[in-house]
């Protein structure tokens, strides 16, 4: 079993940045594809963006293409979210998420079987 801790959350103004990161323990961080997904008040948990466990492939939700990237360090069993351009509709709070092997890239919740507790990030207009 992994451990997942997400970090770096906050209260920012629209247009600034966050990072969030998320440090794992427990298991071998670079045997997992990994991802961050956000759950906003009275809506479902949504895909954020992914990466596979070499960090050579990636993907985004539409909305944040261009303003987040994600990327991982597996010398430090960490995953990042570097957000820019944020938006109020950005607020919600943020989980990262291990799936359970190597293969493709999923973007739904069921894909994923290990989860932090989340960072909460609000965006203020």
């Known amino acids: 079993q992994v451990e997942l801790v997400e970090s770096g959350g906050g209260l920012v103004q629209a247009g600034g940045s966050l990072r969030l990161s998320c440090a794992t323990s427990g298991r071998t961080f670079s045997s997992n594809n990994m991802a961050w997904f956000r759950q906003a008040p009275g809506k479902e948990r949504e895909f954020v963006a992914a990466?596979?466990?070499?960090?050579?492939?990636?993907k985004y939700l539409d909305s944040v293409k261009g303003r987040f990237t994600i990327s991982r360090d597996n010398t430090k069993n960490t995953l990042y979210l570097q957000m820019d351009s944020l938006e109020p509709e950005d607020t919600a709070m943020y989980y990262c998420?291990?799936?359970?092997?190597?293969?493709?890239?999923?973007?739904?919740?069921?894909?994923?079987?290990?989860w932090g507790q989340g960072t909460q990030v609000t965006v203020s207009s």
């Open positions: 998420a291990a799936a359970a092997g190597t293969g493709a890239i999923f973007i739904t919740t069921s894909m994923y079987n290990e």
């Open positions: 990466i596979n466990w070499r960090g050579e492939k990636t």
